[in-house]
């Protein structure tokens, strides 16, 4: 690792922070799918539904964040293959600075972004009437996974937009990811779906993820629930990490 | 060209390909501290894969380069901190302003007084007044001019210029062109590629004829000019006489 790791990120975050305030719309595009579902589930389909104590919306919104999480990595692809394409990314490479910060730069900005998708769509949230009585440590504990979360699929979609030939390729990652929380407790209990669904659903991460955070903000006990969907997000953010950085540093002398 | 000073570079039987594709074939090539030297060569000569490779963007299958002393397969990292790269493509942030791009090359150098190099060079490359505005609004050539002046940052030995004017349009060229002899002022060594002859009898001291990755001549200008011109430099000596029409019919005052 460089002397320089630290400023040289701190330089390049800088220029994709910029690049992020000069087009917000990319934190509104993130937000607007989860909100659209939040809208759609709360008042079409949450009548129906029987899931948990209080109002619905309580118990879909930690389900509803993690689709915002998925939808925001993507920006990660997106932003890695543009700069990939522009003569920009050779002229770092060609530069005396930390190898890695230009990608550490790029997966902090989708950090920030994301966090500021959350903050809107739970902001509509409230407004749709959720309601959660936890405290601070509660509400750091939901932060502290989200984060951990978010960083461990931002680095995951740092592949793609480092080997997709096109920007198809590059986005398309994301897609499923959005998908991958209707197989689980995020938006219905898991008790009713089939054997081999309901199997997958329990035993993913997005369901230990969703039901630790639903817990954390309902002010019910955590158990161990919180470790397993800690453990969950650190194993996935090792994985993705080491596959990033070997993607990268394969794809640096070809 | 042996003074006593060792060359900026050193090139000694280079060798890369792609698949079967043989891109260079034994490049040997030196280019001696403070010159301005041309690549000269079409398209698909391997001008731009020799330039990745000193610039250690790739590694080469065989043979050996030093830059500014350094080998560039082994001392990579001293490679870089000798050298600065121009790509094909203007390599500018277009979301950023050109001082934002100028101060963030300064930053990454490590270099203090950001805003003081970002100024200086802005008014150095006749920038001062776009500045400000996003890259997005400037001209290709304005763009390119910024390229270079990004280059200049840190002061690196050596500068490579890959194919500095291509598409841009005649005008923009001629101020591409004050520009590199800007760069080359302060005794920088340059290395550029060009597929124009024009071009490398403008700026460079010594002209290199690249050709199927092999380097068929290599000399100034006069020595050039000497041999018997091949078939596919004189496709490329045809544009500027079309650019010489075109800058006589629009040219505002006769100077």
Request: charged share 15%; aromatic share 6%; with cysteine.
């Amino acid at each position: 690792m460089s002397a320089h790791f630290v400023t040289d990120t701190r330089a390049l975050l800088g220029r994709s922070l910029r690049h992020i305030a000069r087009s917000p719309d990319t934190i509104v595009s993130t937000a607007i799918v989860p909100i659209i579902m939040l809208l759609l589930f709360v008042y079409v389909l949450g009548g129906a539904i029987r899931a948990g104590t209080g109002p619905y919306v309580n118990y879909l919104l930690p389900g509803i964040l993690l689709v915002t999480i998925a939808s925001g990595v993507g920006y990660t692809s997106y932003r890695i293959f543009l700069d990939n394409q522009s003569g920009i990314v050779e002229r770092f490479r060609s530069m005396p600075i930390a190898r890695s910060s230009l990608l550490w730069a790029h997966v902090l900005t989708t950090v920030v972004a994301t966090l500021a998708s959350l903050a809107v769509v739970v902001g509509v949230a409230l407004l749709m009437g959720f309601r959660s009585g936890a405290g601070v440590l509660a509400w750091l504990t939901t932060v502290a996974v989200l984060t951990l979360f978010t960083l461990a699929l931002t680095w995951l979609a740092v592949i793609p937009g480092l080997t997709a030939t096109s920007m198809d390729g590059a986005v398309g990652f994301a897609y499923p990811l959005v998908f991958l929380p209707f197989i689980s407790s995020a938006f219905v209990p898991t008790a009713t779906m089939p054997g081999p669904v309901r199997a997958f659903a329990e035993h993913q991460p997005v369901t230990v993820i969703v039901d630790g955070v639903r817990n954390l903000l309902a002010e019910q006990p955590v158990g161990t629930d919180i470790w397993v969907a800690l453990s969950w997000c650190a194993g996935l953010l090792v994985v993705a990490y080491g596959g990033a950085m070997l993607t990268y540093r394969h794809s640096q002398l070809r | 060209m042996s003074t006593g000073t060792a060359p900026a570079i050193t090139i000694r039987g280079l060798e890369k390909s792609f698949a079967d594709n043989h891109v260079l074939r034994g490049v040997d090539l030196e280019v001696a501290k403070g010159s301005i030297v041309a690549l000269l060569g079409p398209n698909g000569a391997g001008k731009t894969t020799l330039v990745r490779i000193l610039a250690t963007l790739l590694e080469a299958d065989a043979g050996t380069a030093t830059v500014n002393g350094f080998d560039v397969a082994t001392l990579a990292r001293d490679v870089r901190a000798s050298i600065s790269l121009t790509g094909q493509f203007a390599a500018v942030d277009e979301v950023l302003t050109g001082r934002e791009n100028l101060a963030l090359m300064a930053t990454l150098r490590h270099l203090p007084d950001t805003t003081a190099i970002a100024d200086r060079l802005l008014a150095l490359f006749d920038l001062t007044e776009a500045g400000n505005r996003r890259v997005a609004t400037w001209s290709g050539g304005m763009r390119r001019r910024l390229d270079i002046a990004m280059s200049l940052i840190g002061e690196p030995p050596v500068i490579f210029l890959d194919e500095p004017t291509t598409g841009l349009d005649p005008q923009s060229r001629l101020e591409v062109w004050a520009a590199v002899r800007e760069a080359a002022a302060s005794g920088t060594t340059i290395v550029l590629t060009t597929q124009y002859l024009d071009e490398a009898e403008q700026l460079a001291d010594r002209i290199a004829i690249v050709h199927e990755g092999r380097i068929l001549a290599e000399g100034t200008l006069a020595t050039i000019k000497a041999l018997k011109p091949a078939p596919r430099i004189e496709y490329v000596e045809r544009h500027p006489s079309l650019e010489e029409i075109f800058l006589a019919l629009t040219a505002k005052d006769p100077s």
